[in-house]
């Protein structure tokens, strides 16, 4: 936990695929203090056709490297999630020289009771996570 | 922001799948208020076999045409979302041909926190977006 | 309702996915009480490189059969939703010879406001559905 769902257009290599990944989970656990092995990420590649991305107005001219990433995280602070959100952009400008107008991010949060990582067990609620 | 993921069956070309787009955003619009180019929307092109749609007992019956909504958005009102589902029946009816018995809606809200479209930054915490 | 997001890794026939999706659903309808038809199932097959599933610790080993399902549901109890872990857990392993050790889910939550299930009509709020 989080699960998160990462959405791009098609066209990256096997290696950049995994880069970009490692540095969203990455910017994850430092933002959110959570353990290295709370990896949880969905890629979906698109056809070109197949994203609309604007800018509600605020000048982000959107390329082929967009990466739009939907997480589903129990509650975060304020705090987190504007550290995940700086976090991101950098560490995908300085790893992998993606812009941060190709960056677009949004959570949705839910509660212990709906989280089962294994064995039909809910881990948050057996104490087998806190 | 909303974040809209669309769920079709593959065979759409890319002009009735643009339209589709189309129909789909400028319901948003005008339902929800928000900017022209408040427009994020993420297209996943099924095989038959990948969807299940019924219908609850309600008398619906599924199409190749059908289209699956999940739209991720801050806070509506009641009035906002069932005009929401209104303009798109009556859009997919109207420019594409579409039966309203093949259009499935379902919306999932988050705040002002959760959102960030560019930059590493939370533009509605900023003040960038209102 | 719910709507149920069931990413796999793309090597199972037909029928395999098909008794993927009815052991899911039949587990959602014993867990949540909800009718028959209330069935509805996107499925999201992917590559390899498309997946990341660790375990948070757990020891949880994850292989070519992980099944990672993602609920968007109305209010659910906390013991509905254990009892939806468990069974199914139970039904993956009885019916598929899937291990727990495969099977991640999440939910997230929405109100009656949020769905429309065709015509353009929220049917929780017409009465229609209860």
């Known amino acids: 936990m989080p699960l998160v769902n990462v959405h791009v257009l098609r066209g990256r290599t ?7 990944l490692d540095a969203v989970h990455d910017a994850q656990v430092e933002a959110f203090g959570v353990p290295e092995t709370d990896r ?6 698109h056809e070109p056709g197949e994203i609309r991305a604007l800018d509600t107005g605020l000048g982000h001219p959107r390329s082929k490297d967009l990466v739009v990433l939907h997480f589903v ?12 959100y700086e976090l991101l ?10 812009s ?10 839910n509660e212990d009771t709906d989280w089962s990582f294994g064995a039909g067990r809910a881990q948050f609620l057996t104490g087998e996570l806190s």
Chains 1, 2, 3 share one sequence.
């Not at 949880?40 to 590649?45: E, R």
């Not at 995280?73 to 995940?84: A, C, D, F, H, P």
């Not at 941060?100 to 949060?109: P, R, S």
């Open 100 to 109: 941060g107008d190709d960056l677009i991010v949004t959570i949705t949060e």
């Open 14 to 20: 096997a290696e950049q695929l995994d880069a970009l």
């Open 89 to 98: 952009a950098a560490h995908l400008r300085d790893r992998l020289g993606i």
């Open 73 to 84: 995280s129990r509650r975060r602070t304020r705090e987190q999630k504007v550290k995940l």
């Open 40 to 45: 949880y990420q969905l890629v979906s590649q």
